[in-house]
């Protein structure tokens, strides 16, 4: 029902770089995708004790419609309970009470799925554990200066185009003193190309991203062999994130013949001498 209601409030999406819009009021600079930050219990953390709410902190506020429930999140303990009630937004935080009287030791599992202003749909999963020992892991620190260097090959293999011998190489310096992402694309066999997009796709497993899915950066199409690189503006948090999980985001060439994507290589660091780095 909710996908029917998003799709009657937003027009089809076309081959290209794509501009999405609501046909509700929202304004321009509201319009973007948007990504989970923060969270209180922190993600993948051992507390002491269970708190009394869960909050979860987005990059954008999130869409909110009148008498609908678009964003959710629940809550389970190790045995499977359902400990989450009350669920609130206000403005980029999703929050939601924990009963307390089921705050035993154990795992907890954290499922929510939020929409963007945008309309897009972001879901996800984590855990944390209430013990004795608190700790929680480093939070993701945002340069404001320097340049980071990402690398990626790219193949009809991941995109799922197995029969296809086409690939391509993504050189990208992210620049956090100017909040901008410069690339540089060479590509072999590929023809009709309409989109180019950093996309999050976990190693192991192969997810066809087409230009309507999850979507953090958009490449311009005038960087496929260009001689000079060409830059893009970007959030200095999703490129902070990107450069510290590199192995977590791909970058997918989209073409006429293959809209769900004709090739795709994770990206990976680039160490001084210019090689791949793990």
Known sequence: MLRQILRRNRPRLHAGPVALALSIAVAPSALAHTVLVASDPQINSTVTSLPSQISLTFADNLLQLA???VNTVSVVDSM???IASHVAVRGNVLSADLKDRMAMRGSYTVSYRVVALDGHVVTGRYT???GNIAATPPAISIPTAGIKKLRATLSGNLAGVRSSDAHALASLYFDFSRSQVC???STS???GITAIHVHPMSQGTRTNMTVSD???IQLNTKAVDSEKPICTHAKPLIMAEIVANP????????TKAHPDGAVAGWLMKVDERGANAR
């Open 128 to 130: 944390f554990m209430v």
């Open 67 to 69: 008498g609908k429930s």
């Open 247 to 254: 192995m977590h985001y791909a970058v997918m060439i989209h």
């Open 189 to 191: 066999g590929l023809s």
């Open 214 to 216: 999850e979507v953090f």
């Open 80 to 82: 499977n309970t359902e």
């Open 183 to 185: 690339y540089t694309i």
